[in-house]
């Protein structure tokens, strides 16, 4: 079946490398907003309204079939899906982190307690990437578009989890690694960053300033050589999120999910996993029917949420202050996408309070073994929160995303957790706690 076809309007004369630039299916950079193209190069705003430019893909030529026997055959990582992503054909033989295909564990026992039906909701486990969070996908797929062109230092502005991942991708592809974070970051984010022997700066400054600072530095020639994943790469970072979509219905036999609930920090995963859902059914990969996708933010970083709730199409920056930190982008630049996908599907934006983000973390835990971190407590909380107020169908096949390790947030279940007894090494003892 042939899929979404990409005429070639690259213009050479516009950037002369873009010709040598080998990222596969990858045809050009196209504007969100207005459409304009230009070829593939480290650029993420267009020229001509300033929106944010995407990957376009030549898909033409894909015999369904042949390539699902393809993927099915590929590695056990994100590379199975190389050719529906902006990297070479030879990819997988690249050092490269290799993360993704990570677990899709039916919850049965957390249905129960949601009142969701027995095999109709799923987790799926991102932190079993190799830095522990989904971030891996993205970084994965930046870096092989730093090494397309010619980067030498791999950069990002971070609230910890990226610099986690940069830190390791470099680290692995042997490129230099210099990363920025605010300078009052939890000690377990900054020692997860550092440990991989790269540079770590920190600001004196929030996540924005730090974010303005890579700005300024892009431009100037202190920057020159240097793939920021999220600035100068976005394009290509943010596609890695797709490969969450491609995971999840592959695992769940060539199916689409009913339901989605997707946590959402600048939203782009979000607007990704919908592209990637709309690919697989371009391209006759899943039957085409509907599905559902819901946002999941921290009350006390809720810019797209409280904007859903209002029936606005534009957010209004917030002021973060929560424990869910890698969530924690007052200014979402991809929000109104978010927004747009919600209501276009069918879903909605919701958010929850510490206090439940924390019950959340310990329920997953308690029911099903998993260990998130608060990102993975807002997707469950805001999750329970939908069944609760009759926006998730429970009858449905759902799947709710934990996109990082429990181990990187231990603070905020520390003060809630702990011993159930100490007792002295005696049987006697051990009975009287009511142990036996
Ligand atoms: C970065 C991140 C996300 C999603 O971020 P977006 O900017 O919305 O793509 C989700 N969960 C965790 C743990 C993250 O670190
Ligand atoms: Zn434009």
Known sequence: MAAQTVASTT???????ADSVDLGPAAALSCRECGHRVPLGPVFACEECFGPLEIAYDFSGYDTEELRKRIESGPANIWRYAPLLPVPADVAGKP???????????ADNLARELGVDAGKLFVKDDSGNPTHSFKDRVVAQALEAARAFGFTTLS?????????????????????????IPHDLEQGKVVMAAVYGGELVGIEGN???????????????????????????????AEGSKTLAYEICEQ???????????????????????????????????????????????????????????????????????????????????????????RRTGGAVEDVNDEQVVDAIKLLARTEGIFAETAGGVTVGVAKKLIE???????????????????????????????????????????????G
């Open 11 to 17: 213009n050479s004369t516009a950037n002369p490398a």
């Open 96 to 106: 490269n982190i290799n993360p993704g295909w990570t677990k899709l564990v039916k």
């Open 156 to 180: 990002c502005s971070s609230t910890g989890n990226l610099a986690g991942a940069v830190g390791a991708a470099a680290a692995r592809a042997g490129l230099r690694s210099c990363v920025f």
């Open 207 to 237: 996540y924005d300033d730090v974010n303005r600072f890579c700005s300024e530095l892009i431009g100037d020639p202190a920057g020159e050589g240097w793939g920021f994943v999220n600035v100068n790469l976005r394009p290509y970072y």
């Open 252 to 342: 769940l036999g060539w199916q689409l999910p009913d339901q989605l609930v997707v946590p959402i920090a600048s939203g782009s995963q979000l607007t990704k996993i919908d592209k990637g859902l709309k690919e697989l059914i371009a391209l006759g990969l899943v039957e085409d029917k509907p599905y559902k996708i819901f946002g999941a933010q921290a009350e006390g970083c809720s810019p797209v949420s409280v904007a859903y709730k209002a029936g606005h199409d534009v957010v209004r920056p917030q002021k973060p202050n929560t424990i869910a930190k890698s969530l924690a982008i007052g200014n979402p630049a991809d929000g109104p996408y978010v927004l747009d996908i919600a």
């Open 389 to 435: 107020n009759g926006l998730l169908d429970p009858h449905l096949t759902t799947v709710v995303l934990n996109t990082g390790d429990g181990l990187k947030t231990l603070d905020a279940v520390a003060s809630d957790t702990g011993l159930t007894a100490t007792i002295r090494p005696s049987l006697d003892s051990f009975r009287e706690a009511g142990l």
